[in-house]
C-alpha cells in the first residue's frame, strides 16, 4: 500500500482514491486478518484498540509506530465515509440519511470532504478520516478461579432466567429476559457473566442510560471484586482502559467494533435506544460475528411481544418480584375534566383528598402529570397545601437534588413527568397518575410507572392509581399486563 501525503497526515492511498471504498469492504470481509507471529507488538497499543474502533488522530502513537503494526497485520483500517451508488454511508454510526452528511473544504485532503453530522459528537468522521481497529491477538485479563462473589440466593424466577442465560451464553444465542419491575434482574445476570468470563469471553452491559451505567458499576464490581470493571458513559475517566467487563451506554458503543463475546441491554426499550436505529447498529458493531445478545426489559413492545407468542424470539419471562409478593394492579378512578378545573386553579376534589390523606398519615407518593405545562401549576396549587410539596421534569437542573429530597424524606408528594417512569427505587411509596387517558401514557410507560410501587422487601405492597377523565386501550392493557403476570407467576408457584 502507498501513502499520500495530504497536508500534515499520511493517508493510506486505498483509503484516498476513488477505488478504496470496494477495496475496503473487501478487506472487511477478509477480517480477521493473518498476522506477522514475529513482529514485535505494543502491548500499549494492543490495550487501547482491542475491540476499539478509533479515528486515527484519536491515537495517542506516532503514525510510523500505527502504520507498522499495519503493515504486519496487527490493525485494520477502514474508511470512516462510504461512498455508495445512492450516496453517503457512515461506517461508524451507520448513517445513510443524505441530509445528515455535508462538507467542506478540507485542509487534509485538500478537496471537498464529506462528512457525517449524525455522530459528529464522538468526533468529526469524513472521506479523509480512517478507522482504527486492531485484528491482533485479543489482551490476556487475568481472570480468577471464582470471579463471582456473591452470597445473595436467586429466587424461582430469577432461577429460571439465570439458567437459560448461561445455556445462552454457552451457545452464542439470543435471549430476552422479559423481568417484572423489581425481579432483580441485575442479579439474574451474575451467573452467566461468570460463565463468559471463566471461558475467556468479553462481556459487555450496555443501556441507553447514563443513570443506569451509574448505578449498576458498584453493584458489578463488588460481584466480581478481582475482575477489573470499566463504567463508559459521557465524561467517564474509563475512555482508554479495556477490561473483561465493560459497562456503557450505548452510545458509547460507537467508539467499538467486533469487541464482545456476550452483550447485554439493559432497558432496551427505553428511549432513545428503541427509537434510534444509529443505537442499534452500534451494538451490532460492537459485539463479534460470534456472540451472545440478551435484552432486558419489563415492558417489551407489541411487535416483540407477537415473536414471543410466534415462538420466533427466545423469552424467559420472570412475573414476579423476587420478594415473592404480587405486583400491586391499577386502580382507574374518574376525576372528572380536570384541564378544565385546572384553568382554575382547582384541582379535582378525589386527588386533592389522596394529596391530603398522604400528607396526614405521612406516606410519601410520586404524582405522575402529562405534561410540564401542568405540572407547574399543579405544583403551584398543591404548594398551597403543603409548601414541601415538590416537582420535577426531564429539563430541571435540580432534578437529581429533589430525588435525592424526596429519598431522605424532605419532600412528602413528588410530582413529575413521566421522567421518573423508570429507576428510581424508593421504598414504601404510593403512586398516582392524573390525566391518565393522555397518550404520552403508553401501555409501557404505564406498566414502568405502576413498577415504582412495593419494591421493597419490608413494604411489598402499595397504591397506584389511574385518575382519569375516560379510560383508554392503554390503560386497559397496562392493567391486563400487571394481572397477566401475577397469574403467571401465581402458575409457576412464584408467588405466595
Ligand atoms: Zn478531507
Ligand atoms: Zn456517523
Redesign the pocket.
Known amino acids: 500500500m502507498r501513502f499520500l501525503l495530504?497536508n500534515e497526515m499520511l493517508i493510506p492511498e486505498a483509503l484516498s482514491d476513488k477505488s478504496g471504498a470496494k477495496r475496503i469492504s473487501e478487506h472487511k470481509s477478509s477480517y480477521p486478518q493473518s498476522f506477522n507471529p514475529i513482529f514485535k507488538y505494543s502491548s500499549e497499543l494492543q490495550r487501547l484498540l482491542y475491540g476499539k474502533q478509533l479515528l486515527l488522530e484519536e491515537i495517542p502513537f506516532p503514525f510510523e509506530d500505527i502504520h507498522n503494526h499495519y503493515l504486519n497485520g496487527f490493525l485494520q483500517y477502514r474508511k470512516c465515509i462510504e461512498k455508495m451508488k445512492d450516496g453517503y454511508f457512515c461506517v461508524r454510526c451507520g448513517n445513510s440519511d443524505q441530509k445528515l452528511f455535508a462538507s467542506f473544504s478540507?485542509?487534509?485532503?485538500?478537496?471537498e470532504?464529506a462528512y457525517c453530522r449524525k455522530c459528529i459528537n464522538m468526533g468529526r468522521m469524513?472521506?479523509?478520516?480512517v478507522l482504527v481497529s486492531w485484528t491482533g491477538p485479543s489482551p490476556l485479563s487475568k481472570i480468577p478461579e471464582k470471579p463471582l462473589v456473591w452470597d445473595g440466593t436467586l429466587s424461582d424466577g430469577q432461577k429460571r432466567a439465570s439458567t437459560e442465560l448461561i445455556n445462552t451464553v454457552q451457545e452464542n444465542d439470543q435471549l430476552l429476559i422479559w423481568a417484572v419491575c423489581g425481579a432483580g434482574k441485575t442479579e439474574i445476570l451474575f451467573e452467566g457473566i461468570e460463565n463468559a468470563l471463566k471461558s475467556g469471553k468479553k462481556v459487555c452491559i450496555a443501556t441507553p442510560r447514563t443513570d443506569v451505567v451509574i448505578e449498576l458499576a458498584p453493584r458489578i464490581k463488588s460481584a466480581f471484586p478481582e475482575v477489573d470493571v470499566i463504567a463508559l458513559y459521557g465524561g467517564s475517566e474509563d475512555r482508554n482502559k479495556a477490561a473483561p467487563i465493560t459497562l456503557a451506554t450505548t452510545h458509547q458503543l460507537l467508539r467499538y467494533y467486533k469487541a464482545f463475546d456476550m452483550i447485554i441491554i439493559d432497558e432496551v426499550d427505553a428511549f432513545p435506544y428503541s427509537v434510534e436505529p444509529m443505537l442499534q447498529y452500534a451494538v451490532n458493531q460492537a459485539k463479534k460475528d460470534i456472540s451472545s445478545t440478551i435484552c432486558l426489559t419489563a415492558t417489551p413492545n407489541q411487535a416483540w411481544k407477537n415473536e414471543i407468542a410466534n415462538g420466533k424470539r427466545k423469552a424467559v419471562t420472570i412475573p414476579a418480584r423476587y420478594h415473592r409478593h404480587p405486583l400491586p394492579v391499577p386502580e382507574f378512578v374518574w376525576c372528572g375534566n380536570w384541564e378544565k378545573m385546572m384553568k382554575k386553579k382547582r384541582l379535582p376534589r378525589n386527588v386533592l383528598a389522596w394529596i391530603k390523606e398522604h400528607l396526614n398519615v405521612g406516606k410519601q407518593a410520586f404524582l405522575f402529570v402529562p405534561r410540564i405545562t401542568y405540572l407547574e401549576s399543579i405544583v403551584d396549587i398543591l404548594r398551597t397545601v403543603d409548601i414541601r410539596i415538590a416537582g420535577v421534569h426531564a429539563e430541571d437542573s435540580d432534578r437529581k437534588d429533589k430525588v435525592a429530597r424526596f429519598r431522605s424524606g424532605e419532600i412528602p408528594i413528588l410530582v413529575t413527568t413521566t421522567i421518573l417512569e423508570r429507576g428510581v427505587t424508593v421504598p414504601n411509596i404510593d403512586v398516582a397518575v392524573i390525566g391518565t387517558e393522555d397518550k404520552i401514557f403508553t401501555e409501557s410507560a404505564l406498566v414502568q410507572i405502576s413498577g415504582r410501587v412495593g419494591r421493597s422487601a419490608q413494604y411489598p405492597n402499595g397504591e397506584i392509581l389511574f385518575f382519569h377523565y375516560g379510560r383508554t386501550k392503554e390503560m386497559i392493557k397496562a392493567k391486563q399486563h400487571i394481572e397477566n403476570m401475577n397469574n403467571e407467576a401465581l402458575q409457576n408457584g412464584f408467588i405466595n
Not at 478540507?106 to 478537496?111: I, K
Not at 469524513?126 to 478520516?129: A, K, R
Open positions: 495530504k478540507c485542509a487534509r485532503c485538500r478537496q470532504c469524513s472521506q479523509c478520516t
